[in-house]
């Protein structure tokens, strides 16, 4: 199984438009960052973890000639928006299924009627299927997916463990018969925004202590802020076994 982080900053992304914070103006690619996103490999299928607003430059940064399946964390705009630009791919392969939990599902309706039109479509829009999923084991073409149910503040968002996997975003609180389900992964992804608490995503210390409850041989920290600070002066504060993730980067599991 491989893994690629298509994106692993905040909402904003690094830089913020129009900011002279020094992240932001950092000219090391490491502190350049898009909204978050995952492309996991297994078994010649393709599966994407959320379609932001970065999804075709994502596409096309790493060549990803086919969408099998799209897993949907929760509904912000920077995980949902980039949606009709899976056009390429639908018209190549045909409806692409979209994995979500069915409140997320009645917010695409909302925000993308048009694809989800049953009649009088607009030539050209894209199609989807709908698979509406519950906090249990689901298949993807022949693949289990585990979803881990955390808390963003009051919103609800799936993550998801796909064998000894897992990715979490958004997080802020998980529940102990949660976290369990995490228990053996070889590598865990999940968020820390900054150093300074915050509403509904964790904190760097946050997440290195729900980290090594967990146990994992590796761990990769996503969906940054330019306030956590440069690349490589955090990353050389983290125990050994704790990486920032950054965009582009592949991890073999
Ligand atoms: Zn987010
Ligand atoms: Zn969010």
């Known amino acids: 199984m491989k893994v690629t982080f298509l994106g692993t900053g905040t909402s904003q992304g690094i830089p913020v438009i129009g900011s002279d914070h ?41 060549g990803v000639q086919r969408v099998d399946a799209i897993l949907y964390t929760h509904e912000h705009n920077d995980h949902t928006i980039g949606l009709d630009d899976i056009r390429p791919y639908f018209f190549r392969q045909g409806d692409i299924p979209l994995y979500a939990h069915p409140r997320v599902l009645e917010s695409l309706q909302k925000r993308f009627g048009y694809i989800f039109a049953s009649e009088n479509k607009y030539p050209g ?26 808390m963003h503040n009051r919103v609800q968002v799936y993550g998801f463990r796909i064998r000894d996997f897992a990715y979490i975003t958004d997080a802020k609180t998980i529940e102990e018969e949660e976290a369990e389900k995490l228990k053996g992964v070889d ?32 761990a990769y920290i996503t969906h940054i802020s330019h306030h956590l600070g440069f690349h490589d002066e955090v990353q050389a504060e983290l125990p050994e076994n704790i990486f920032l993730a950054y965009d582009n980067l592949q991890i073999e599991i």
């Open 125 to 150: 829009a894209p199609s989807v299927q709908e698979h509406p999923i519950e906090n249990k084991t689901f298949t993807v073409k022949g693949i289990n997916v585990l979803p881990v149910n955390v």
């Open 22 to 62: 020094p992240v932001c103006l950092s000219e090391n690619p490491k502190d350049k960052r898009l909204r978050v996103s995952a492309l996991i490999e297994v078994d010649g299928l393709n599966i994407l973890i959320d379609c932001g607003p970065d999804f075709r430059q994502q596409m096309l940064a790493n």
């Open 187 to 218: 590598v865990l992804v999940i968020n820390a925004l900054r150093k300074e608490q915050h509403h509904s995503h964790l904190s760097l210390d946050e997440a290195i202590k729900f980290i090594q409850k967990i146990g994992p041989d590796r």
